[in-house]
């Protein structure tokens, strides 16, 4: 009897180590995710140069193994749609939101609220009226609009008729690059601003714009068009007008269209930014700020003129294509 009870005792002990060693394991084999999850919100689905950035916030979620979801709106005029996109990512609870607003002032409201969850915001491309944005990564778009009238001077000479097409009143990106540009033109007394469009988002009504800003004017010198989209448009109108080469062009941003009438001699001068880093560094800033880093208020990615001249320099080929190796 004595053996049997030992035995018993024996056996009690050996399940109570064994479950012991079983919660143990257990406890330390619990799946941890610690992956970061930030939202990444654009102005607009389509356009070459929203496709860049989003590889540069691609390449750097892999280099820093960061989860990204993309939100845009349809059409970049399309304010209450990306604020409504704005309020969907905060209440998903990311670590961080990186957003190119759609409106300076609007959008600010929003990051307002962003702030109160305590998700940092990382503005890329275009800046937000809120003291709650953490970091405005993108390029200098008064430089940009200096840059743009110094591009023209040279082409038209210091005497002239000039037009603006232009996105929207009140869009703080362009209306930075119009008072650039126009600070620039003011130093030369015989340069005349004689009209100014807006365009919006549509290429066709940029097009129209322009045919009528050509009827109205015959003896226009140069245009500037202020953003991606009116680019195209204005360098289709002044083409099927046989004014190329008469009619200077100065546009924005790099597309395959642009580039293409760049070299057709349409266009003349494109004043590009660096949408792959704005993307990349809006991640990795975000990053940072999602681990209580401190970052700079500012940071410049600069720009650059391109022509017909400089367009195929190597250091030029790798900002007009970032994701060719």
């Known amino acids: 009897m004595r053996f049997k009870a030992l035995l018993i005792a024996i056996l009690i002990a050996i399940v109570s180590v064994s479950s012991c060693t079983e919660v143990a394991r257990d406890d330390n084999t619990l799946p941890v995710d610690h992956k970061r999850h930030l939202e990444v919100i654009l102005r607009s689905q389509e356009g070459d140069y929203w496709k860049t950035v989003k590889m540069g916030a691609e390449v750097a979620a892999k280099e820093f193994d960061v989860a990204l979801d993309f939100r845009a709106p349809g059409d970049e005029a399309d304010v209450k749609g990306q604020i409504a996109l704005m309020e969907q990512s905060i209440s998903s609870g990311p670590d961080a939101i990186v957003l190119a607003a759609n409106d300076y002032k609007e959008l600010s409201k929003v990051v307002d609220e962003a702030k109160g969850a305590h998700i940092p915001v990382i503005s890329i491309n275009s800046e937000v009226e809120s003291k709650n944005v953490q970091s405005y990564i ?154 209580g880093k401190k970052l700079p208020t500012h940071v410049d990615t600069g720009i650059k003129a391109i022509d017909l001249n400089n367009m195929f320099w190597s250091d030029n080929q790798k900002l007009l294509f970032p994701f060719i190796k």
Do not use: C, M, W
């Not at 000039?162 to 362009?174: H, L, M, P």
């Not at 365009?199 to 015959?218: F, G, M, N, W, Y």
């Open 138 to 291: 993108g390029a200098n778009n008064y430089e940009a609009g200096q840059l743009a009238g110094k591009q023209l001077i040279q082409l038209i000479g210091k005497s002239g008729q000039i037009a603006i097409v232009s996105f929207k009143q009140g869009e703080r990106n362009t209306e930075q690059r119009e008072l650039g540009l126009l600070d620039e033109i003011a130093k030369y007394p015989d340069v005349h601003v004689i009209d100014k469009v807006y365009s919006l988002t549509d290429r066709e009504l940029a097009a129209q714009l322009t045919h009528s800003v050509i009827d109205k004017h015959p003896q226009l010198d140069g245009i500037v068009a202020l953003n991606e989209i009116s680019s195209v448009g204005v360098a289709t109108a002044v083409q099927s007008r046989h004014l190329q080469g008469k009619v200077k062009i100065i546009t924005f941003d790099s597309t395959s269209e642009e580039l293409e009438l760049l070299q057709e001699g349409v266009i003349q001068a494109t004043i590009i930014q660096n949408p792959f880093s704005i993307g990349y560094l809006g991640v990795k800033s975000a990053v940072e700020a999602a681990s």
